[in-house]
């Protein structure tokens, strides 16, 4: 008992629409990671070098493979490496320490001369008597004169330990070095064991010597320019290079770096049935290369790394969706299964594509994200379409390499689609979408390239392969949609159009054979179409829905009030539960009938819920007066089988269908009689329950009375009223009726 229990409850679980909808969700991650992991074409056979080949082999599809060495290749390779490779230059701390000597022997002669009791000029000419180098005679007098000596000796040794560690080349060095193409420098000192990687413009030489040092020396003696001046006329005039060259570490260190490049395997192209291998010929290592390459079960390139890191991205991604979807609409999304699987294929489809489009020479900007967009606005709506473009927009940039302009370029184009299409009513109109869509990537586009300073073949490549993606993405949705709607039973607005055509042949069946049905119908639809517009629901869905709700009553017209044509009523003879039946019975002869035509399942919809499950009133109460006070009567048989309105358009045909019913039963139809009647069928539609399972609010409700009103009034509209003109003219005859109508006619009294 507990088991069989179990087993139930486990059933019922399983086909609750949450459960189906997140097995689709499972089905879809699982479907996506394998169309963009596993190799499309697996060829597993086992084969060995020196195996006999038992049948002829060929190419299943255009690859391609490496075998051999090419030596042109891997001569350029080489080229490449030693081009990159950097030069070293030694530092020669010994020399460094001869400058540091020499500088102090400056500073000690400075000491000097200023002790002598002599005349200013007479120290100048002993130091530059003294000096191998001549400064100027004003920068001997500036630092004679300066009035701390121990500030200007430390800045100046600080300023020369600078332009050591910065490095200092001769002319020659520096012009061997662009000579010969070097792109870095390695500096390198083998006593402190210390190695920097430099450019060679960082590098100093006589030419910028001057400069630089004047720049070191800002930073020590910044508020006194004179001072700068002097240090670096001295250190410019004193200093001699402290890098060498040094070829046998460069090229050392070169050669063993040329041991690690690897042969580059010469790349060979394989056609589709091309022939691999002959039947009875020997398997010889260039079979096996081949083979090998057909082996593959993961694509080129892919890490396990890598997919569990997709893996992750889709679960964030749906962890946005369920936030966004539990924010964004009142009811779960998770019971909209059909909405799911919708959303899921497209989904899936456009991974496909774009895993595609990536591998082949186009622009990744030609991946027509902006159908998917356009479809699911079609099939589902802006909200779900929106979610998935940015989600998708998201996941493909990532896929391309992290690209944000990827992303912008896809959400633009499809932001642009979804608003195309969002009142679409004709196909051509989908083509005219895709060329929004197309401008708009266009322009995206030029925004990156003007952002980034690109040149004009990126405008003039990237552009048209952004346009060609929009007119795809029309083609795409073009062709798609049909097979949507077929497959999913979901109307758009292209078909409910031809739905809403008068000569569609259940229409002209039910003008044939219930002419006050098909009247009925069409008031009705006129009604709902007013108020949904009237709420922001879909007035198109609502008419289409109103003109097909009853046409369940052809197979027993006659039974129906508005198809009596005055003759005698045929319920005159019926017993009330028998009536009652014949009229409630309408709504599942109209799913059958629906049903034979192929109509749609929102369609059908409409023919279950448009009375939902309330009661025949009139035969209730007329079975109540036949069996007397003494009886008691179940409700429930003279109720409609249901279910209650779903959605506003079933809920809006609802209240249109009775509110047209019973207006025509007004003697006197005024606007304060017409909008009593509405508020009063609203009402107890509301008190009822039938308005119990779908989304209008009592602001919907008002606005829904006051457009019944309008579309009422417009239908029982009064008009004025002729009196008859008696006056005979001469020949005996009543003057024409035109003359009548100049008369001033007696208006009717208001109510």
């Known amino acids: 008992m507990n088991r069989a229990y179990r087993y139930k409850r486990l059933a019922e679980i399983a086909t609750r629409r949450e459960t189906v909808s997140i097995f689709l969700i499972v089905v879809f991650i699982a479907a996506a990671l394998s169309s963009m992991f596993i190799s499309p074409q697996l060829y597993q056979w086992s084969i060995h070098e020196g195996d006999v080949a038992l049948k002829d082999i060929y190419a299943p599809y255009d690859f391609t493979y490496f075998w051999g060495v090419d030596e042109e290749s891997t001569v350029k390779a080489k080229d490449a490496a030693v081009r990159a490779m950097p030069y070293w230059l030694r530092r020669d701390p010994a020399l460094e320490e001869k400058q540091r000597a020499r500088f102090e022997r400056f500073f000690d002669m400075l000491d000097a001369e200023r002790e002598q009791n002599v005349p200013i000029g007479e120290k100048v000419t002993s130091l530059k008597a003294a000096m191998e180098e001549r400064p100027s005679d004003r920068n001997l007098r500036f630092f004679l004169e300066y009035p701390d000596p121990l500030e200007i000796k430390q800045g100046t040794f600080g300023i020369l330990e600078d332009v050591f560690r910065t490095g200092y080349i001769s002319r020659d060095d520096l012009d061997h070095l662009r000579r010969k193409g070097v792109q870095g420098v390695i500096v390198f000192n083998k006593e402190a064991g210390t190695e920097t990687e430099q450019a060679p413009e960082d590098l100093l030489?006589?030419?910028?010597?001057?400069?630089?040092?004047?720049?070191?020396?800002?930073?020590?003696?910044?508020?006194?320019?004179?001072?700068?001046?002097?240090?670096?006329?001295?250190?410019?005039?004193?200093?001699?290079?402290?890098?060498?060259?040094?070829?046998?570490?460069?090229?050392?260190?070169?050669?063993?770096?040329?041991?690690?490049?690897?042969?580059?395997?010469?790349?060979?192209?394989?056609?589709?049935?091309?022939?691999?291998?002959?039947?009875?010929?020997?398997?010889?290592?260039?079979?096996?290369?081949q083979i090998s390459q057909l082996r593959r079960v993961f694509r080129p390139g892919v890490k396990p790394t890598f997919f569990f890191g997709v893996l992750l991205l889709f679960l964030l991604l749906g962890l946005i969706a369920a936030v966004y979807t539990s924010f964004s609409r009142k009811r779960n999304f998770l019971m909209d299964t059909k909405s799911v699987a919708i959303v899921l294929l497209n989904m899936f489809i456009m991974i496909v594509l774009a895993d595609f489009i990536m591998r082949s020479p186009q622009p990744s900007y030609f991946i027509p994200m902006a159908s998917i967009g356009m479809m699911i606005t079609l099939l589902v709506g802006f909200n779900m379409a929106f979610l998935t473009v940015v989600l998708m927009s998201v996941l493909i940039s990532l896929l391309v390499g992290g690209k944000i302009e990827m992303t912008l370029v896809l959400m633009v184009g499809s932001?642009?689609?979804?608003?195309?299409?969002?009142?679409?009513?004709?196909?051509?109109?989908?083509?005219?979408?895709?060329?929004?869509?197309?401008?708009?990537?266009?322009?995206?586009?030029?925004?990156?390239?003007?952002?980034?300073?690109?040149?004009?073949?990126?405008?003039?490549?990237?552009?048209?392969?952004?346009i060609a993606s929009g007119l795809f993405s029309g083609f795409i949705v073009m062709g798609l949609l049909p097979v949507f709607e077929h497959l999913f039973k979901v109307p758009t607005n292209i078909s409910l159009l031809e739905l809403s055509d008068l000569n569609h042949p259940l229409l002209k069946k039910l003008s044939m054979e219930a002419a006050g049905t098909y009247h009925h119908s069409i008031t009705v639809g006129n009604l709902a179409e007013a108020a949904c517009d009237s709420i922001g629901a879909n007035s198109l869905l609502a008419r289409v829905g109103a003109y097909?709700?009853?046409?369940?009553?052809?197979?027993?017209?006659?039974?129906?009030?508005?198809?009596?044509?005055?003759?005698?009523?045929?319920?005159?003879?019926?017993?009330?539960?028998?009536?009652?039946?014949?009229?409630?019975?309408?709504?599942?002869?109209?799913?059958?009938?629906?049903?034979?035509?192929?109509?749609?399942?929102?369609?059908?919809?409409?023919?279950?819920?448009?009375?939902?499950?309330?009661?025949?009133?009139?035969?209730?109460?007329?079975?109540?007066?036949?069996?007397?006070?003494g009886t008691v009567l179940e409700e429930e048989n003279f109720r409609y089988p249901g279910p209650k309105p779903q959605t506003k358009e079933s809920a809006i045909v609802l209240l249109a269908d009775s509110v047209e019913a019973s207006s025509r039963a007004l003697g006197d139809p005024t606007h304060s009689r017409i909008r009593?009647?509405?508020?009063?069928?609203?009402?107890?539609?509301?008190?009822?329950?039938?308005?119990?399972?779908?989304?209008?609010?009592?602001?919907?409700?008002?606005?829904?009375?006051?457009?019944?009103?309008?579309?009422?009034?417009?239908?029982?509209?009064?008009?004025l009223n002729y009196p008859e003109n008696t006056k005979k003219s001469p020949n005996g005859t009543l003057p024409d009726d035109s003359k009548n109508k100049q008369r001033k006619p007696k208006q009717k009294k208001k109510d």
Request: hydrophobic share 40%; charged share 30%.
């Open 205 to 289: 030489d006589r030419g910028g010597i001057r400069a630089v040092t004047e720049d070191y020396a800002s930073k020590r003696f910044a508020s006194d320019r004179k001072t700068r001046q002097a240090v670096a006329a001295l250190i410019s005039a004193y200093i001699a290079p402290n890098l060498r060259i040094d070829e046998k570490r460069t090229e050392a260190e070169t050669e063993e770096m040329l041991k690690g490049v690897e042969p580059v395997s010469r790349r060979w192209a394989v056609k589709k049935n091309e022939l691999i291998i002959e039947k009875g010929k020997r398997v010889n290592v260039r079979h096996i290369a």
């Open 415 to 466: 932001t642009v689609g979804m608003f195309a299409v969002r009142d679409v009513r004709c196909r051509t109109r989908i083509l005219w979408a895709g060329l929004l869509v197309g401008t708009a990537k266009f322009l995206a586009v030029a925004c990156i390239g003007l952002i980034n300073g690109m040149e004009l073949d990126f405008y003039v490549k990237d552009g048209i392969w952004s």
């Open 548 to 629: 097909y709700h009853d046409i369940g009553k052809m197979p027993k017209a006659e039974y129906f009030s508005e198809n009596e044509m005055g003759s005698k009523s045929m319920h005159a003879k019926l017993a009330p539960s028998m009536s009652a039946l014949i009229i409630s019975k309408h709504v599942k002869e109209g799913v059958e009938i629906a049903k034979k035509y192929k109509l749609n399942s929102t369609i059908i919809d409409f023919i279950t819920q448009h009375h939902g499950n309330s009661l025949v009133y009139y035969f209730y109460q007329k079975a109540i007066e036949k069996s007397g006070s």
């Open 676 to 719: 009593h009647l509405v508020k009063k069928i609203i009402n107890n539609k509301f008190i009822d329950g039938q308005l119990d399972e779908c989304d209008l609010t009592l602001r919907d409700m008002h606005n829904i009375a006051d457009s019944f009103v309008r579309v009422l009034m417009a239908i029982f509209h009064t008009r």
